[in-house]
């Protein structure tokens, strides 16, 4: 198995709702996201995929959400806008623009240094 990793960023704040009902008030993050993708063997010019077109994909879904409040997004209007979210969001998206043969292992969104969420199926 092989497999390759890209990182990005992006820009967004959020409100988390928490137990009881109250909301934590509404601060900004620089969200950095690690995608990690395999392959069983190599592609015919010995790639996984091009690490710049992995980038390019990240970047493109990244960018619905970047410098607006999460909750504005009509996918985080009925779920919480948390860190677990946010790599669940990526993933989902990211998952059917892969192309033939290319797995997604990985989506990890680090919130703020020390804390991060991973998703993974």
Known sequence: MFSI????NFKASHQLS?????????????WQVTVEVSRDRL?????????HALKAKV??????????TLEE???FS?????????????YEKLCD???GGVCLEAVKVVEEAGCFATYRK
Request: glycine share 8%; aromatic share 8%; net charge negative.
């Open 18 to 30: 928490l137990p009881g009902g109250s909301r934590e008030d509404l601060h900004n993050h620089n």
């Open 59 to 68: 970047d493109n879904i990244t960018a619905g959400i970047s410098d607006m």
């Open 5 to 8: 990793a890209v990182e990005s």
């Open 97 to 99: 623009a892969l192309p």
């Open 43 to 51: 592609n015919k010019t010995g790639l996984v995929m091009d690490f």
């Open 73 to 75: 997004s009509s996918y």
């Open 78 to 90: 009925d779920k919480n806008a948390s860190a677990e979210n946010v790599a669940y969001y990526i």
